[in-house]
């Protein structure tokens, strides 16, 4: 009788940063949502926000996520046909790189992917980002209270107080379409609530009863 694959025991002693003993519960809640779940899937996520992201698990509350180190979601799939935990995951394991989650669901592939084609939650951007708009403040009347002023300064805007009210000196252009933003210019986007960023998930992979389907 054939060694069942399910019964491979995988050592997670080279991998690094966190503690062995929590490599090991990593794995094992892993192959409990392959046996657990009908699709597996590789998503590619861009722009991760926390709150966001957990608003996404609330949505799809029936269905379970696994973010974390790319080696150790591969140690649990099963890094080559030999360790493997089902037939064809060290494949599905291959297309774990860069910013990735594992997505296992009994949803129908249909509806998964048009949840995730649609899917897109808009954010404000992080230092390094890209500007995806031009963003000018206009000279004159700002809409905050005197209490800023001294803000506005560490920020290098062109302010002065008139009439016990900030303004600005001359229009000033905050930020330009394609540049990369410095922290001073996400500060001053977020204070105009101009959000300039989604979070996305991307499927990249999808595996199901030892088929396998890439994107």
């Known amino acids: 009788m054939p060694k069942s694959k399910r019964n491979h025991v995988v050592s997670l002693t080279q991998t690094k940063s966190r503690g062995k003993e929590h490599k090991d519960d990593v794995v094992n809640k892993i192959r409990e949502a392959v046996d657990a779940f009908k699709y597996i899937y590789v998503l590619e996520f861009d722009n991760m926000r926390t709150n966001a992201f957990k608003d996404l698990r609330g949505q799809l509350n029936d269905c379970r996520f696994f973010l974390g180190k790319n080696r150790v979601m591969q140690v649990a799939l099963g890094r080559t046909p030999e360790e493997e935990y089902r037939d064809n995951l060290c494949k599905l394991g291959e297309n774990l790189g860069g910013n990735c989650a594992l997505f296992f669901t009994n949803r129908s592939k249909e509806e998964v992917m048009n949840f995730f084609r649609e899917y897109k939650s808009l954010d404000y951007a992080r230092a390094g980002f890209k500007a995806t708009e031009n963003f000018v403040i206009p000279k004159g009347e700002m809409p905050f209270a005197h209490s800023m002023m001294e803000e506005f300064k560490k920020l290098r805007l062109p302010v002065e107080i008139k009439n016990g009210k900030i303004n600005m000196r001359e229009d000033y252009t905050v930020c ?39 994107f």
């Open 176 to 214: 330009k379409s394609g540049k990369v933003l410095t922290p001073e210019q996400c500060r001053i986007l977020k204070l105009y609530a101009k959000p300039m960023t989604y979070f996305t998930l991307t499927p990249r992979a999808c595996w199901s009863e030892g088929q396998l389907e890439v």
